[in-house]
């Protein structure tokens, strides 16, 4: 196979990856439901399921939390026609409330993810998660969120600065 062509798989497959944890954090179902193929199916030891069930269960339980942010690390995509592995590092912050006060969980470990092509689209069709290691530590955020001055403070949802910005060039968040 052309090693471009293998090299422009590799890369569509990396961006899912990127896209899903995008949507994770903006906590936008749409584009999350659009990263999978419709028969697609999670396993996050917690949760086991069809991606429907996922989106189902995720977003209700981000709704807890106050943020999140998914770092992606190094990426292997292995490419097989149609069909193509991967397993991409991760590490998550997550912002909670606890009785205690604010906490900052982080969990890192890896997606091992399945991905085909069906009629010329990449989309993921299962995604396991296997974890590390796990850190809780409190919270230390200092940015005052009521009145951030100048600064451009990240946001849930298609208000994020980002949107904006990927618009004012024609580009959609997904």
């Not at 396993?43 to 942010?69: C, N």
């Not at 009785?99 to 969990?107: S, Y």
Request: glycine fraction near 6%; hydrophobic fraction near 40%; include cysteine.
């Amino acid at each position: 196979m052309d090693r471009l062509a293998i090299a422009a798989d590799k890369l569509e497959c990396t961006e899912l990856v990127t896209r899903v944890a995008r949507a994770i954090d903006r906590c936008d179902a749409e584009l999350l439901k659009t990263l999978f193929h419709p028969d697609a199916t999670d396993d996050h030891g917690i949760f086991v399921g069809s991606v429907d069930e996922f989106i189902e269960w995720v977003m209700p339980l981000l709704a807890t939390m106050k943020r999140t942010q998914h770092i992606i690390g190094q990426v292997l995509i292995e490419v097989d026609g149609d069909h193509a592995v991967g397993e991409s590092y991760f590490i998550a912050h997550h912002a909670m409330n606890s009785p205690e006060g604010d906490i900052l969980m982080i969990a890192a470990g890896r997606y091992l993810d399945r991905f085909e092509r069906r009629d010329g689209c990449w989309k993921i069709s299962h995604r396991h998660a296997v974890y590390d290691w796990n850190s809780v530590e409190p919270m230390t955020d200092s940015y005052d969120r009521a009145n951030p001055a100048s600064m451009t403070l990240g946001t849930r949802g298609t208000s994020d600065a980002s949107y904006s910005h990927l618009a004012s060039q024609g580009i959609t968040a997904s």
